[in-house]
Nanobody, 121 residues
Framework: QVQLVESGGGLVQAGGSLRLSCAASGSIFRINAMGWYRQAPGNQRELVATISSGGSTNYADSAKGRFTISRDNAKNTVYLGMNSLKPEDTAVYYC???????????????WGKGTLVTVSS
């Protein structure tokens, strides 16, 4: 019943900006950590940024200074602001969350289906 749905991807020119959103819905009791990962063709899935339930953030070196992760706990939503985009940022961006379901005992990992970000040179 729990699902994550990403939005906000699209085509943008190098140097431009995008803001991704990911909303969790379903039988949710609590959301712990949330994060963004990406995967480009021929590459492994890699961490972009994470944010704890308390708001502590971590970024990949490639994202530092350009990307900002944030969350709205009341809306069960995590965001990824992306500035100064580069062609190498082109990838499918996936939302991740550790969620305790209603009636559950522990957190489980959930993934969205992804949203495509294409940065042209």
């Amino acid at each position: 019943q729990v699902q994550l749905v990403e939005s906000g991807g699209g085509l943008v020119q190098a140097g431009g900006s995008l803001r991704l959103s990911c909303a969790a819905s379903g039988s949710i009791f609590r959301i712990n950590a949330m994060g963004w990962y990406r995967q480009a063709p021929g590459n492994q899935r890699e961490l972009v940024a994470t944010i704890s339930s308390g708001g502590s953030t971590n970024y990949a070196d490639s994202a530092k200074g350009r990307f900002t992760i944030s969350r709205d706990n009341a809306k069960n939503t995590v965001y990824l602001g992306m500035n100064s985009l580069k062609p190498e940022d082109t990838a499918v961006y996936y939302c991740h969350a550790t969620i305790v379901r209603s009636g559950g005992y522990y957190g489980m990992d959930y993934w969205g289906k992804g949203t495509l970000v294409t940065v042209s040179s």
